[in-house]
């Protein structure tokens, strides 16, 4: 019965190999809006399945040192991995499963389960408006990949303002909370294993730049693209502002405790 407890939790609270059961049940989801949800509840449940068999609290304190660098391990290779692929619903779900990942770093922190599944939420949120925005983006173009015409943010500048805010709350970026998580997170690690959660964050920063350049500069050659609604853009905005003031919340915590 564990063993079956913890392939569930690995699978939906993603770490490797399992990850890769998660990504493919993500992809396999009917539609984005089907794929934004799934990212969203899969975490909660897996969080909910480890808490209430008592799976987590049966951890040794601080992780064993190998499930620490198989958590360090996944947030790494998934990390590299979407700084390396060109589709953006594929890059919504590895950068998800980069930061779900460093999730169970924050074993023996005495947090309360409300915090945890709010932590795996904040990496979840960001994930999910990237696949909405991707499939936004496929329904116009026939396709979301990074290079395939470039120059988008001249011809779908409300939805390209979403991305580019998005994808910046995919990787951390100070000001929205995953930023104030990472630090919680790197504050938990032994010294010796900082520079792993640093490089994390410096995979990310190469993913998101990359992302970014190829996907709203440049020149755009193609037909004349509708653009999202002004209340499509207020409503996504909407969900980021809020999105920046918990980061704001949460910062604030972190620096009085």
Not at 7 to 31: D, E, R
Not at 139 to 153: D, F, P
């Amino acid at each position: 019965m564990d063993i079956l407890i913890w392939i569930m939790a690995g699978t939906l609270l993603p770490w490797f190999p399992l990850s890769w059961i998660f990504n493919k049940l993500l992809a396999s989801a009917p539609g984005f809006w089907a794929q934004a949800l799934a990212i969203l509840v899969f975490p909660q449940l897996g969080l909910l399945l480890l808490i209430h068999s008592g799976a987590w609290q049966a951890l040794p304190v601080g992780l064993d040192p190998n499930l620490r660098v198989v958590a360090l391990f996944t947030a790494v290779f998934y990390a590299f991995r979407a700084a390396s692929t060109r589709e953006v619903q594929v890059w919504a779900r590895l950068m998800t499963t980069s930061g779900l990942a460093l999730t169970w770093l924050l074993h023996g922190q005495n947090l309360d389960p409300l915090i945890l599944q709010s932590v795996a939420l904040a990496w979840s949120i960001p994930g999910a408006l990237m696949l909405v925005w991707a499939g936004l983006l496929k329904q116009r173009m026939g396709g979301a990949y990074l290079g395939l015409t470039g120059g988008l943010a001249t011809v779908l500048p409300r939805l390209s303002a979403l991305v580019t805010l998005t994808a910046l709350a995919a990787s951390a970026t100070p000001i929205f909370p995953n930023f104030f998580i990472l630090l919680h997170v790197v504050k938990a690690l032994p010294l010796l294993w900082i520079p792993g959660g640093l490089l994390v964050l410096l995979l990310w920063g190469w993913a998101v730049g990359r992302f970014l350049q190829d996907l709203l500069f440049g020149i755009y050659r193609g037909e004349l693209l509708e653009d999202l609604t002004v209340g499509g853009t207020w409503l996504g905005g909407l969900v980021l502002g809020l999105f920046a003031v918990g980061g704001i919340f949460w910062g604030g915590a972190w620096i009085i405790n």
